[in-house]
């Protein structure tokens, strides 16, 4: 499977942008993803993810702020972010889940290759 991330911006404080997760090379209509983020000088962490059922999981700093979703059809996760802080600032990534916990990045087996938000304050 390969992930395009796409959809980050700069954007003020209190905006909204939404990253989109174009899969190609097989379905991930069975497969669970994951959106994480890594920001300068620190660990890549998990933001979110959705079942293939669309059971969907956040991290507390973004819960509420955030929508996962997934259009089976079209073979894309989505990543609704409101209310954006400067403090939500990195490159976003897409994740194929492949086994185990969501918020571990080696549970995952597939992943995009970024894509840039800054908030500015």
């Known amino acids: 499977v390969q992930l395009q991330a796409c959809g980050g911006g700069l954007v003020q404080a209190g905006g909204s942008l939404r990253l989109s997760c174009a899969a190609s090379?097989?379905?991930?209509?069975?497969?669970?993803m994951g959106w994480f983020r890594q920001a300068p000088g620190k660990e890549r962490e998990f933001i979110a993810a959705?079942?293939?059922?669309?059971?969907?999981y956040y991290v507390d700093s973004v819960k509420g702020r955030s929508i996962i979703s997934r259009d089976n059809v079209k073979n894309t996760v989505y990543l609704q972010m409101n209310n954006l802080r400067p403090e939500d600032t990195a490159v976003y990534y897409c994740?194929?889940?492949?086994?185990?916990?969501?918020?571990?990045?080696?549970?995952?087996?597939?992943w995009g290759q970024g894509t840039e938000v800054t908030v500015s304050s």
């Open positions: 994740a194929g889940h492949a086994s185990g916990s969501y918020q571990y990045t080696e549970s995952y087996g597939y």
């Open positions: 090379g097989r379905t991930i209509s069975r497969i669970a």
């Open positions: 959705i079942g293939w059922t669309g059971t969907a």
